[in-house]
């Protein structure tokens, strides 16, 4: 592990001006390119320097910065929640749990009890890929700027089954599938204190578009909120994670589903799956299967074909796709 300088910030303009672009002389191939970083649980930040994929000269901790620990609920904005609150703080919070369950959900279904108590909402959102291609140091992956998806013709059973065409990473995060079940926002706060507030939708970058990075966030800003629209009174939701083990494991699929029941005929939903794809994808043929229909074994089993029928599995990880129809399936039956 490189020598770095640790700063203690205390606002966000002062978080702000000590992070900078300025390119290391010590940063290494398939690096991160950053002199400055931004830590604020830090769980990925130092997996990320201990595998060598970043170098940084110095780590600018945002955690102390007051207000960005906070959970509030209004009934017209909704729950916002600040970035620094911890996975824990989600999966106790009462008003979460009654009318955001799906989050209270993944939350609780996240890491270990002792990473909850550090991981916080923001560093999960913006932690890079667990792809352990792109995770070792000796492998120059698609991802780090060469042509090359080691997991495709490689050991690919935990990747992607959907929009794997370039890169077969899966995104990590615990929480992003549901959230953007939820249709969450994200507000980002750059340098001069310009806020801006983007769907989660919007938030998240296929490989195809830049290998570079997985989400929209640039060096110099800060993920400040996550805010989820007012849970209506008919509005249900659930979410289901799969692994090897029962605990403490990353997802091999999971799935979050939100959507307005009239008693349990569906108005909307909004189907997300995880560990499917480079980022959380949103299946619309699922979505529109159970759009005005009776939620029932019927319509929840079609709808689980309907996400997975334009998969594309790898040599190893086919059997992501009967997971996934299944828990598709279980999620939807759930809500009623």
């Known amino acids: 592990m490189n020598k770095f300088s640790f700063y203690d910030a205390t606002s966000i303009e002062e978080a702000l001006e000590k992070v900078n672009s300025t390119v290391s002389s010590t940063i290494q191939p398939g690096a991160s390119e950053q002199a400055s970083v931004l830590k604020a649980g830090g769980i990925d930040l130092l997996d990320l320097i201990k595998e060598g994929l970043s170098k940084p000269e110095k780590i600018v901790s945002i955690r102390n910065i007051p207000g960005m620990d906070e959970v509030s609920y209004d009934e017209k904005k909704g729950l916002s929640l600040g970035a620094n609150v911890t ?7 009462a008003r979460i749990k009654e009318d955001y369950l799906a989050l209270h959900q993944a939350a609780e279904k996240a890491a270990t009890p002792q990473i909850r108590k550090m ?42 089954i959907v929009m794997n065409e370039d890169c077969a990473s899966v995104h990590s995060s615990s929480l992003s599938t549901a959230l953007m079940a939820f249709d969450a926002a994200i507000e980002i706060t ?28 640039e060096a110099n800003e ?15 939701s659930h979410y289901i994670k799969m692994g090897e083990r029962e605990s403490n494991d990353w997802p091999i699929a999971d799935v979050a589903v ?26 619309e043929p699922a979505m529109k299967v159970v759009k005005g229909k009776i939620i029932n074994e019927e319509s929840a089993t079609a709808a689980g074909k309907a996400a997975m029928a334009d998969a594309t599995p790898l040599s190893q990880n086919a059997y992501k796709i009967p997971i996934f129809e299944t828990i598709i399936k279980r999620a939807l039956l759930a809500l009623v």
């Open 258 to 283: 939100v959507a307005e029941l009239n008693e349990d005929k569906c108005k909307k939903a909004n189907i997300v799956l995880g560990a499917a794809a480079p980022v959380p994808f949103l299946s």
């Open 119 to 160: 991981a916080t909402l923001g560093g999960n959102l913006a932690q890079r890929t667990r792809c352990w291609y792109f995770r070792s140091m000796y492998h120059d992956c698609f991802r780090k700027g060469s042509s090359v998806c080691y997991a495709q013709p490689g050991e690919n059973q935990y990747h992607a």
């Open 87 to 93: 996975l824990d703080k989600i999966a106790t919070n």
């Open 190 to 217: 750059g340098q001069g204190g310009k806020v801006k507030v983007i769907s989660i939708h919007d938030f998240f970058v296929l490989p195809s578009v830049d290998r570079t990075r997985e989400s929209i966030l």
């Open 222 to 236: 800060i993920i400040t909120a996550v805010i989820i629209p007012s849970a209506k009174g008919e509005t249900k």
